[in-house]
């Protein structure tokens, strides 16, 4: 059996206008040895592709292949049979700024260059185990399903997660109603407020601690302030005492030399004497004495000066008396204060000077306690304003979303539903950057019940439509949070038919010119609305199975849908209804 290879080009039927570039687009898809498909290549446009096919044909499957390139579940029994393993590789276009970019750069792990897409990419062995990739860079499946998370969010009967999450709600709305300046100001207030009130907080603990370490810090000053110890002081008093420790043999040392130079005539008389006897016959010698005479000259002056110094030196040595007993004694009182405070003898001034900084600031606490709590009141107060304000725009807000809603659900058969954002109070200890209240978008589908969270609506179906109502409505919002992925409905038509299933695909296509949109369905009104249109087939021989996907032109497309219409007999009359489907003005 040949191996199928096929990539999907745009159509080849009207579309319309053109869907708007979705902020992250499915771009392609590679399937590799996935259950029934061997080889299978996929490329996506942009705007609502429609993927159709019998029951039985692999829909499911390549909507399974995709969640693992997304990091969803593994699988053993995904691996087609007699392969090794399974992969799957997911394509994205992304524009600069994206969530998914921003997560890459976090994890260290290097970006698609500009233009270039961003691929995500499962491999599967048959024993279950997994590896991941982002980008042709190993990484967790963990960081997979968040980097997926943020690329395409999936709708289905009993799958779907994103508006589940209350926590979103609150940002949706202030997305939808144009609020997201204010709300950025509201975080940046509360930031502000919490920074001031950690301010406080940290200034009474350091006036605390102050308080009750205030007697020893007087006593350690009073201790530094006798001594008025100095930088450099230890190095001066170290060599003063040595010199005075050798005194003795120092003043031997100057005796000696003074000795040496008195003797007899002494060194300068001896020298003098030699200069006379050579000056008084100079004369008769012409220059040849001259510098004889000089260097005599000098010795002698030299002599001197030697003796002078040495006498002085004397002198100075015999004054010293008991400076060596005082000298010792500021030394080793300066070496044990500084090992007392666990310091050197060059760190105690410095550490006088940190001792009184504390007591001056536990002098002045009171005041500085007062002026930050009142720079925490002053924040507090700016933050409960705005929150308030913004708090008063979210209830009018509230309102409008829920009307909004409200026109959508009759044509989707949920008439008797009924949609409320609940918008209450937080006690103070609960205020976030978000503001003072919680947001939550609640539904009651039965006359008379009270709402509740979105995940109370029992029925699939129901809740499929009920979440395309909520996309749709929200679609804007999405986009103006900079959050547009690619959107997958999973048979949102189950169970309805006629006018219903048109208002499905007629909301579909709606949403398409916001995001890229990719619907698994069984209705012809909702294939009929799509841009793209793909047919999933299964082809079974006695041994072998394989599914298999092409894009329809549109002769093909008008077989597609009256077969939708007719089953497995093609009228003449199912045409003509596809025919008038295609040419509504709304397909």
């Not at 100079?282 to 000098?298: C, K, Q, S, T, V």
């Amino acid at each position: 059996m040949p191996r199928p290879f096929l990539t999907l080009v745009p159509p080849a039927f009207p579309a319309g206008d053109s869907p708007a570039t979705s902020k992250a687009m499915l771009a392609s898809l590679a399937i590799r040895d996935f259950v029934l498909i061997d080889r299978l290549d996929l490329a996506f446009e942009a705007g609502l592709a429609a993927l159709t096919g019998e029951t039985g044909a692999g829909k499911s499957i390549l909507l399974d292949a995709l969640g693992l390139a997304l990091g969803g579940r593994a699988e053993a029994g995904f691996v087609r049979k007699g392969a090794t393993q399974a992969s799957v590789a997911a394509s994205f276009d992304v524009e600069a700024g994206h969530p998914a970019l921003a997560r890459l750069s976090e994890q260290g792990l290097d970006l698609p260059e500009a233009g270039a897409p961003l691929i995500l990419r499962r491999v599967l062995s048959a024993d279950g185990r997994s590896r991941a990739f982002a980008n042709d860079q190993a990484c967790s499946v963990g960081l997979l399903r968040e980097l997926g998370e943020t690329l395409v969010e999936v709708h289905g009967q009993f799958d779907t997660h994103g508006l589940f999450d209350a926590s979103t709600h609150c940002g949706l709305l202030d997305a939808w109603a144009d609020l997201v300046r204010p709300a950025a100001e509201l975080a940046r207030l509360h930031a502000d407020w919490r920074a001031k009130t950690r301010a406080v907080d940290e200034a009474n603990e350091a006036v605390a601690r102050a308080r009750a370490e205030e007697d020893y810090l007087r006593h350690a000053v009073g201790e530094l302030d006798a001594l008025e110890p100095k930088e450099g002081e230890e190095k001066t008093l170290a060599e003063q005492r040595a010199i005075l420790q050798g005194r003795e043999k120092l003043a031997e040392a100057l005796a000696e030399a003074a000795a040496e130079i008195g003797q007899h005539k002494g060194a300068e008389g001896a020298l003098r004497a030699a200069q006379r006897a050579l000056e008084r016959v100079a004369p008769h010698a012409g220059e040849r004495f001259d510098r004889a005479i000089a260097a005599l000259d000098r010795a002698a002056s030299e002599a001197m000066d030697a003796a002078a110094e040495i006498e002085a030196a004397g002198e100075a040595l015999a004054e010293g008396g008991s400076d060596l007993e005082k000298t010792e004694e500021r030394l080793f009182a300066l070496r044990a204060l500084a090992r007392k405070h666990r310091t050197d003898v060059d760190g105690l001034a410095k550490l006088r000077a940190e001792i009184a900084e504390k007591l001056s600031a536990l002098d002045d606490g009171e005041a500085g306690l007062k002026k930050l709590a009142q720079e925490a009141a002053a924040a507090k107060s700016a933050f409960l304003a705005a929150a308030k304000a913004l708090s008063v725009a979210r209830n009018a807000a509230a309102g409008k979303l829920d009307k909004a809603l409200a026109k959508e659900l009759p044509p989707l058969k949920l008439d008797k539903a009924k949609f409320r954002t609940r918008i209450a109070p937080l006690p103070e200890a609960d205020w976030h950057a978000g503001g003072m209240d919680s947001v939550a978008f609640e539904v009651a589908t039965n006359p008379g019940s009270e709402p509740g969270p979105l995940a109370r609506i029992a029925s699939g179906g129901e809740l499929a439509r009920f979440m395309l109502a909520l996309k749709v409505v929200l679609a804007r919002a999405d986009a103006r949070r900079g959050l547009a992925p690619a959107l997958v409905f999973d048979e949102v038509d189950a169970g309805i038919g006629g006018a219903v299933a048109a208002a499905v695909g007629e909301r579909l296509a709606r949403l398409a010119r916001e995001a890229q949109v990719l619907v698994v369905t069984h209705s012809p009104q909702v294939a009929a609305r799509a841009d793209t249109h793909l047919r999933v087939a299964k082809t079974a021989t006695a041994k072998t199975a394989a599914t298999r996907v092409e894009t329809l032109d549109a002769r093909a497309r008008r077989e597609e849908i009256a077969r939708m219409l007719s089953g497995a007999t093609i009228t003449d009359a199912a045409r003509a209804a596809a025919d008038a489907l295609l040419a509504s003005p709304a397909a």
